[in-house]
């Protein structure tokens, strides 16, 4: 069991010292995007005020610099998530566009009307709808795997959908609303069996958890650099390289062709191939710096210390009646809410007055919230900077906001 030392890891961030309504910030929507270190804003300054140049294009000090950088950036990321090659590593602008990239390169060419894709009822929108796209263009079978009533995956029912028609399984490592850590390493077993694919959805893990993608054996991974510690504008696309050698481009231009004729173009050697015009170079450098800064504190610690504050905070929630909990108790630190009378959204207009800052609505997966009967709920989400202290000022004020309302007679 490992310990962070929270308050030195907070020094690194200067906007925890920002007021907001006369209060001490409390930030508690790290799952929508987190904040940055000044490591990875000293990165990408000292990228565009020594090294500024464009990649590939040219034989001159910065552009080789450059061009190093951003190598080493996808170096990193290989590493981050043990992929056998940095060859593997595709930047994109975040998530969606890398789950994007997979239905248009893969989707709209190897698969056929009739094949089938399975997702999950609790999936985000980003990896919900570019599936929905190819059932609409191309009338290929979308399948959700049910949840269990504590939010966690039905698999009796996904291993009753599975069949030789299943292409592709696209499921979220952990829930942006529950917290809830799927069993990826299983489910990805069980498509393989059948001969699918398997796309993990890792925008919530990789902030959180250890990943390795040649251990759970995925066939692709997406996740964001901002929710991460990162800069916003980049994202990871891991593929297995036979995969993405066979797949065709999904953007095409400059940077990405071997040749191009009058007749046509090739494309060139991974992951350049993917990487169409000129990328967020300076991006890439500050996600390895976040990446670094991770690494330095350790995985392993940082979700120690995230399940902690949830399990602390849970058992708080849980004393207050009019509180109604979403998802299984093993959880990352994010825990989604409502209380009995108050919508969402008045909770986290009230927690703002106090300087707490959550998040409320559908958190851009209504067919999850549709599934418990609801149509919001208010979300708390931590990271290796908060602290136990925090988590006491949010129960506080949620306790005040509670009482204010029934003095009103809402409740
Ligand atoms: C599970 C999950 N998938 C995908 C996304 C989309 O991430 P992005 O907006 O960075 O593309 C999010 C963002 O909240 C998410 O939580």
Redesign the pocket.
């Known amino acids: 069991m490992c310990k962070i030392d929270v308050d030195r890891i907070r020094k690194d961030f200067p906007i925890l010292n920002r007021e907001i309504n006369g209060h001490k910030l409390i930030y508690l929507d790290n799952?929508?995007t987190s904040q940055r270190p000044w490591q990875v804003a000293q990165a990408v300054y000292d990228f565009y005020t020594k090294h500024n140049a464009n990649i590939h294009r040219g034989l001159h000090t910065l552009s080789e610099e450059a061009t190093e950088m951003y190598e080493e950036a996808h170096r990193a990321v290989k590493e981050f998530i043990n992929a056998r090659t940095w060859e593997e590593i595709i930047f994109t602008r975040?998530?969606?566009?890398a789950i994007n990239l997979v239905a248009y390169s893969l989707g709209v060419r190897r698969f056929k009307p009739g094949d089938e894709i399975i997702i999950t009822m609790m999936e985000?929108h980003?990896?919900m709808v570019p599936w929905q796209m190819l059932k609409d263009l191309y009338g290929i079978k979308l399948h959700y795997i049910k949840l269990r009533p504590d939010g966690t995956l039905d698999l009796e029912h996904y291993r009753s959908l599975l069949s030789p028609n299943t292409k592709l399984v696209s499921v979220?490592h952990?829930?942006?609303v529950l917290g809830v850590i799927n069993p990826v390493k299983e489910i990805i077993k069980l498509a393989h069996d059948v001969g699918a694919l398997v796309l993990i959805?890792a925008?919530?893990s990789a902030p959180h958890l250890k990943l390795d993608v040649q251990d759970i054996d995925c066939d692709f991974m997406a996740f964001?650099g901002?929710?991460m510690l990162g800069p916003t504008g980049i994202?990871v696309l891991y593929g297995k390289k036979e995969l993405l050698e066979e797949m065709d481009p999904f953007l095409r231009g400059g940077d990405m062709i071997k040749q191009v004729k009058i007749e046509g173009a090739s494309w060139n050697d991974l992951p350049w191939k993917f990487e169409a015009g000129t990328s967020n170079i300076a991006g890439g450098i500050g996600l390895k710096a976040a990446i670094e800064y991770l690494q330095n504190i350790g995985m392993d610690c940082i979700f120690e210390h995230e399940k902690a504050l949830a399990k602390y905070t849970i058992n708080k929630l849980k004393e207050i009646e009019e509180v109604k909990l979403f998802g299984p108790e093993e959880r990352i630190g994010v825990i989604s809410f409502i209380v009995e009378g108050i919508s969402p959204d008045l909770v986290g207009i009230a927690m703002n007055e106090k300087g707490i800052a959550i998040r409320t609505g559908c958190?851009?997966a209504q067919p999850l919230h549709e599934f418990f009967g609801i149509r919001g709920t208010a979300r708390a989400s931590f990271y290796l900077y908060n602290t136990f202290e925090e988590a006491d000022k949010f129960i506080e004020r949620l306790k005040e906001i509670i009482a204010q309302s029934k003095k009103i007679n809402v409740i």
Not at 94 to 97: A, G, I, L, S, Y
Request: with cysteine; proline share 0%.
């Open positions: 799952a929508a975040n998530t969606t566009e985000h980003s990896n979220a952990v829930s942006n959805d925008a919530q964001s901002h929710k994202g958190h851009c």
